[in-house]
């Protein structure tokens, strides 16, 4: 099957705006998602955005989303070295009630100071 | 209390022992996870229990072998395994809810296994 597409490495400047992006492979996808992974942890929901809208702005995040070209980004403004991180965006698909999400390839964001 | 946790957080064991691993959360969540997520890779979903029942498996090799006691526990009982199976392994949790309603999983810091 078709991989949820994140290019593997970013690297921002300190203070700068960072922008991920990601192409997802379902069109019926309900919610997508912006997930965190700090080294050796766990993975900490950021911010999702529903199918209908097409941006979202959460503090420092702003989601935009392209369904005609399933593109998804996430903008985090003024980068600070606590940002450094994995950032996976995810797709959501209900199975039976059961929530399913696809994970992209993830993106490695490091600050240079 | 938001939190998922794992035990243990690292694992090293050989391919003819047994060993589990353990998952718990007192969100009264009623659907579990395990996710296996090999380095620089992302997280790829195993299993599903819902209320209790396994719900989803996907493809997993049998030498996992999940079991969800009750509905705060969640465990994942491994049994001759390869050294293809090192792997943070993770797990999280959601309320169950359908008709296209958003449920956020809540993810555990994972546990690091080696297979020698």
């Known amino acids: 099957g078709e991989d949820v597409e994140q290019s593997l490495f970013l690297s921002v400047r300190e203070g700068d705006s960072s922008v991920i992006n990601c192409t997802y492979t379902?069109?019926?996808?309900?919610?997508l998602y912006w997930y965190k992974q700090e080294p050796g942890a766990g993975l900490q929901l950021l911010t999702y955005?529903?199918?209908?809208?097409d941006m979202k702005q959460d503090q420092r995040l702003t989601v935009l989303l392209n369904k005609k070209d399933k593109h998804l980004s996430l903008r985090i403004a003024d980068t600070q070295t606590g940002d450094s991180a994995i950032y996976f965006c995810?797709?959501?698909?209900?199975?039976?009630?059961?929530?399913?999400?696809?994970f992209g390839t993830g993106t490695r964001l490091t600050i240079i100071p | 209390d938001t939190e998922v946790t794992q035990t243990p957080k690292h694992l090293v064991m050989g391919m003819t022992n047994k060993k589990s691993l353990k998952c718990e959360q007192h969100m009264g969540h009623r659907a579990m996870y395990w996710y296996k997520q090999k380095a620089k890779k992302p997280p790829e979903l195993m299993f599903v229990?819902?209320?209790?029942?396994?719900?989803i498996n996907e493809s997993v090799p049998s030498r996992f072998s999940p079991e969800c006691p009750n509905s705060s526990l969640l465990n994942l009982h491994l049994h001759a395994l390869q050294p293809e199976d090192s792997a943070l392994y993770l797990c999280?949790?959601?309320?169950?809810?359908?008709?296209?309603?958003?449920?956020?999983?809540?993810f555990g810091p994972g546990t690091r296994l080696t297979v020698l």
């Open positions: 229990y819902s209320y209790e029942k396994l719900s």
């Open positions: 995810a797709e959501y698909r209900e199975d039976f009630g059961n929530e399913k999400l696809t």
């Open positions: 955005i529903f199918s209908n809208m």
């Open positions: 379902d069109s019926s996808s309900t919610y």
């Open positions: 999280a949790s959601s309320q169950v809810t359908s008709g296209g309603a958003r449920n956020e999983q809540f």
